[in-house]
């Protein structure tokens, strides 16, 4: 939902921050109060990653007897993609970035959105949360810009297609059809189905399918409402292709300058707060959809036939993509054991 940028550049900058003065982190060291961004509105009937930003502002708070207090800046205040994440690699803060965030630091990060990577919640929060491919993302991003990866945030479900156009049931309903797409990987998949997709930022998506810029896109439910996206849109295809996230993260200086038992009492408060918004997440799916049928968009659920002609297309576009990108075949090895695909290796 965010706009992207060039991957040069974004590595070009970690380097020249973790070159970063000793002015800097003492600022971290003296920061009580930590700035956290992030996209959407402050609404927690709309917004699930705002229902995790202020679990989390209370839970910080409250674990760290308000050593560390947190304001939060939603609907992009502090910034799009681009400039949230130059400010988290170069001053004291926090920020919930979405792929196009992430990925010019790490396109390694495409890997974890290989099209039916997980059967359901459990299968997707166990990659995240246990395998080693992602430890290894956590890893190289520290390594490369100066953050810290501490959380996989869901925001509002799997994804699923929208419309104007027609009911698309099966991959070749795609044929002709014009997508929105948040980054370079989704474009690939629309292509693969037969579809374009061009790169359109979230905060113009509303008016470029009201438009005719774009005849559809792809979100979970959420954002659906969150955008208000029912009114341009007729069709809801619950294809379930890939499971939605974004990813909290924060300055490593600033973390480090904290005392043991401070940073240890924050890490438990994002694990808290993660928890309570899985939670509140996976409760809300069916009533999001149901309310999107009410406000009259039609509801398609492909059958398993359907299911399996969007997997059997789209995975091996996607894979072939992740290759032409020049991603090493290691990291897409790792996800795809940790997912139990062991069978989709080379």
Not at 233 to 251: E, H, K, P, R, W
Request: proline share 5%; glycine share 6%.
């Amino acid at each position: 939902m965010t706009l992207n940028f060039p991957l040069v550049s974004m590595k070009t900058l970690a380097a020249a921050c973790l070159t970063g003065s000793a002015l800097m982190a003492s600022q971290a060291m003296a920061q009580t109060t930590i700035n956290l961004g992030y996209n959407g509105a402050p609404d927690p009937d709309k917004n699930a990653v705002h229902v995790f930003a202020e679990n989390l502002k209370t839970l910080v708070e409250e674990k760290t007897d308000g050593d560390i207090q947190l304001r939060l800046f939603p609907n992009s205040t502090l910034g799009e993609e681009q400039e949230r994440m130059e400010q988290t690699m170069s001053s004291p803060m926090l920020n919930i970035a979405s792929f196009a965030g992430v990925s010019p630091i790490a396109d390694e990060i495409f890997v974890s959105a290989i099209p039916f990577l997980f059967d359901d919640f459990e299968a997707a929060r166990t990659f995240f949360d246990e395998g080693s491919y992602w430890e290894e993302v956590e890893n190289v991003v520290k390594e490369r810009a100066g953050i810290e990866m501490l959380a996989v945030v869901e925001e509002g479900g799997f994804l699923a297609f929208t419309n104007d156009e027609k009911p698309i049931s099966h991959p070749d309903d795609f044929e002709g059809l014009r997508f929105r797409a948040m980054d370079p990987s989704q474009v690939a998949l629309y292509e693969s189905f037969g579809a374009s997709g061009t790169p359109i930022p979230w905060t113009e998506v509303y008016m470029a399918l009201r438009t005719g810029v774009a005849d559809g896109q792809m979100n979970p439910p959420m954002y659906i409402i969150l955008g208000s996206l029912y009114e341009v849109q007729d069709y809801l295809t619950l294809a379930n292709i890939q499971y939605s996230n974004q990813f909290l993260v924060g300055n490593s200086q600033m973390m480090e300058s904290w005392e043991e038992e401070t940073r240890n009492a924050f890490m438990e408060a994002v694990t808290e707060a993660n928890q309570q918004a899985r939670e509140h997440n996976e409760s809300q799916v069916e009533e999001r959809i149901a309310y999107l049928e009410e406000q009259g968009m039609e509801v398609i659920r492909p059958s398993e036939e359907d299911l399996t002609a969007f997997r059997d297309i789209g995975q091996p576009a996607y894979l072939e993509w992740l290759k032409e990108r020049n991603i090493d075949q290691r990291w897409i090895d790792m996800a795809l054991e940790d997912a139990g695909m062991s069978d989709l290796l080379d």
